[in-house]
DNA sequence: CTGTTAGCGCGTTCAT
DNA sequence: ATGAACGCGCTAACAG
């Protein structure tokens, strides 16, 4: 007769703590619990116990007991994107430092991996989703919700009832770089945008175009490829090679900007804020980088996790629209004031 | 009498859609399980019902009953690090596509994190963990392993059994650097290098100065600060500051290089590659935008990403350190050759 | 092919 | 403060 093999992995439960340490496998489960009474020389030996046999408490087990994941997922595209990495980082360290674990998503390539993402994170009875990428199927929604998920959108689309829907002010920001173009004695200001643009960053090109109209002058504007650095380089190859070349221009991101800037420079033999001022969005690091130097608006990343993780922690969290100011980070992309403030 | 308040969170269950579907609880379970038999006509009833109730498995529930939970965990600092949220996006990508979950853990602060992150790893029964930054404690590896956990570890130090160490051949790649210079007809060259340098970025360091000293030349070396952009506009200026100004430098990091170029650049109007020469290393995308056209070496991330799934999936992997080579990535910071080759 | 039974490891009653 | 019993939601093993 063959012995019979396991196929189960081995694991350290309570259960050999509690006849290591001599007690009911219950005093160890308390001694892991916070908040629970057991009697300071049990609790010792227990600790003691589980240190020599390597015992942690198995979260799948507990999770499934109290039905409280302790998990959040974090939805997003285009991860090594310079400002959704520094997202993506700030969010699992204030997670962590939240006491939750986070689960990364990697929604890159077709669109319907949104759907497969929320899903995924439905199984693991995740806490919360916070999308950073894409729009799920408002149905797909409800089933989150009827699970008692929470469903955190940043940067994206409005009217998405049950959510919280948070980010920085676009058009506000849009308006402001509009003034600040103007005021450095831009006499032909031009506009750099994607397109394939998220919402959040149309609502920046609405914003300064709105600027625009109102204020009276025109705006050459140059919209194609992706939002990315390339996109950057040929958009403002485009831009330059005009006859009426633009010496002011807003760019949507800070990687268009810098393709701008590159293109400028490296293509033109034009230098920044001399020939040109450039302005950008989301303060990249590579914004401080010497070589561009670029003026831009730092996303309000940190009262958007502040809110973000006080959304989610409430109870009964109702649907929530925030718009955070956009701080505008000056540096020297810009030509200095020629023209008054009105 | 005040009727009873439930504070579980409401669920979906098989058993739910069981009673929906009129079929036995197990049934369900059946038809979400790949490879049961059960009927077309039953299995049909049931995801109709499941799609109605809005049924998703429970996998806290299935990873537990099964001790397999299909989550691997990430554990990596700076993560917003231009090369590490390269890797990071691959990894998750592909670990999806493998059908595992990710979960990120970020290390960033202290280093005493990379111990807890083990720990929560650990609570999870997380199948394997990939370690991008720091090294564990050799007694906490062990509790991982006795909990049925994998270890991978890329870009660390040696000497580390039972798990998989992978990474770029960095010896020699210092070696190809210092010939490359060699070869474009530097006559003083230099080193810059980050004094917090992990151990792989120090084997770099090393390769090149080895394959200096059996070349039979001198190397300026400049070591300090961080492994980042700012260090590398502090050491460019330091080394072009001098006397015996360097016209090669092989720089440990493409952050660095991108500092010294713009250090080049910026503060003392040389250009590459007329100028000067700059090796890099990691082929971030900012090595490719125009103002840098940085030369430097691809890490075969790829490959390691092949190898580390494949040495998760199988079932006893046993201890291994893999080298693969760095491709060298010619582009314009590095002088034509003007030495023939021997 | 289907249903019944048992158990994954844990936390929370309810008793003592 | 401690122990016994129960159930979280699920799947594997065993009958029929």
Known sequence: MSEKVSSRKQQVRAEDV?????????SVSRTFTPGASVSDATRAKVLKSAEILGYRVN??????????SGIVALVAAEIDTPHRAAMIAELSER??????????????????????????????????????SGAPDPSLADTCFSNGMKLVLINREEDFPGSLQIGPDNRAAGKTALKALLRAGCKRIALANSANATWSIVERQKGFLAAAEEAGVD???????????????????ALLDREDRPDGIFCTTDLIACGVIDAARQRFGLRTPDD?????????QQAEWEGYDLTTFAQ????????????CTTEQPSSETVKLPAKFVWRNSVQKARVPMK
Request: aromatic share 6%; proline share 1%; glycine share 8%.
């Open 219 to 237: 705006v050459l504007c140059e919209v194609d490829g992706f939002t990315s650095y390339q996109a950057g380089l040929e958009l403002g190859t």
């Open 276 to 284: 040109l001022s450039v302005i950008g969005f989301d303060n990249i």
């Open 18 to 26: 509690a006849r290591h340490a001599g007690v009911s496998r219950v």
């Open 95 to 132: 997670l962590q430092a939240a006491g939750k674990v986070t689960m990364l998503i990697n929604t890159s390539g077709y669109e319907e991996r949104v759907k497969d993402a929320l899903l995924q994170a439905i199984s693991f009875r995740t806490e919360a989703a916070i999308i950073l």
């Open 59 to 68: 979260r799948l087990a507990s999770s499934l007991n109290r039905s409280e």
């Open 300 to 311: 309000p990343t940190d009262q958007i996790i502040d809110k973000c993780l006080e959304w």
